[in-house]
């Protein structure tokens, strides 16, 4: 098997809690993608999502401790780098679509100043060539009237406008990782469409990986060709796309997909799942899922294994042929 484009390898993460006691977010978390592959990686609000996506561009808090592991990107460690080394592959070789483009655009710059920022900075254009990459760029993304919209602020365009310049930001170094963090929140339906569409246009046009971070199982069916599933800051389960939507092994993985409605056949109630996620101070003994589970059993309260349930095919249960089946 060929080198991976990047390989995230036992990654735990800790913050001190208000006793100063390290509190444990991120927990033995592992995944690798390849050259041109969509991973998404999905879950509740709380699984440690957006704070996997914060490692990987070396974009933690101060207060967070890296507890171990390593990010490898192209067989080098992220974590080991210089904040000079990150910097100059931040931006130019992996690039990251922020989830909020109201608050990741500095509203007192134009849209084409925050294009040329990175082009300047990673690629040494003057700012005239710039200028001409950034209009490149919002064509690109299909905003109209680019040579005008450069010019524009980021509240003078609309939410789906402002998420085209985000991607356009993100692409403007033709990187060869995208990290996608919720890329169509607060957007409405069809321009949820319009943006996942685009990406996926894009990533072929360009065969750029992308990591897409989402709580939508509907988008990662269209989009990914393999899936994370996380909770409790833990990789629960890991599969090829079609595989985990035909045969989800996960209690927590089916209880996702129960809670999808149905547009075909006669009307359910929707299945939901009991509770929410807890705290990370609060996480249960043994299987972090353990009391929101309805196969939960006495040997849940040990620490569940990693089983192969499949080709390719991981999850994070004692019961796993019962919850395969």
């Known amino acids: 098997m060929s080198q991976p484009l990047l390989q995230v390898e036992n990654l735990t993460i800790a913050f001190p809690a208000a006793n100063g006691e390290p509190v444990t977010v991120l927990d033995d978390v592992s995944f690798r993608i390849d050259e041109g592959e969509v991973l998404g990686i999905v879950g509740e609000s709380g699984c440690g999502k957006s704070l996997t996506a914060a490692a990987v561009m070396r974009l933690l808090p101060a207060s967070a401790q890296v507890r171990s592991g390593r990010i490898l990107w192209r067989g080098q460690d992220l974590l080991e780098m210089s904040t ?11 690039a990251m679509v922020f989830q909020e483009p109201m608050t990741s655009l500095n509203p007192v710059f134009t849209v ?3 294009i040329r920022e990175a082009v300047m900075l990673h690629e040494g254009l003057g700012r005239r060539a710039a200028t001409r990459r950034a ?30 310049v985000m991607i356009a930001i993100a692409l ?24 996942l569409d685009l990406l996926g246009e894009l990533q072929q046009q360009m065969g750029m990986a992308i990591m ?6 509907g988008v990662i069916a269209e989009f990914a060709h393999r899936v994370n599933v996380m ?25 996702l997909l129960d809670s999808i409605p149905q547009l075909e056949g006669a ?28 196969s939960e059993a006495d040997i849940c309260r040990s620490a569940p294994p990693v089983e192969q349930i499949g080709p390719g ?13």
């Open 135 to 164: 209009v490149e760029m919002l064509d690109v993304v299909g905003i109209p009237s680019a040579a005008k919209r450069v010019n524009e602020y980021p509240h003078q365009l609309s939410g789906g406008m402002r998420q085209r």
């Open 172 to 195: 403007s170094c033709k990187p060869a990782l995208i990290v996608a963090d919720e890329p169509t929140t607060a957007l409405d339906v069809t321009i949820q469409a319009q943006i």
């Open 112 to 114: 084409g100043d925050q």
């Open 231 to 255: 909770y409790a800051g833990r990789v629960v389960e890991r599969a090829a796309t079609d595989t985990l939507f035909e045969s989800p092994g996960h209690p927590y993985t089916r209880g």
């Open 267 to 294: 009307i359910q109630r929707l299945r939901a799942i009991p509770g929410t996620v807890p705290q990370p101070a609060e996480w249960p003994e043994g299987c972090k899922f353990r009391g929101r589970c309805v």
């Open 84 to 94: 000079a080394q990150v910097r100059a592959i931040r931006g130019r070789e992996i």
């Open 313 to 325: 095919h991981a999850i994070l249960c004692h019961q796993p042929w019962e919850a395969a089946r």
């Open 212 to 217: 897409l971070i989402t709580h939508d199982l």
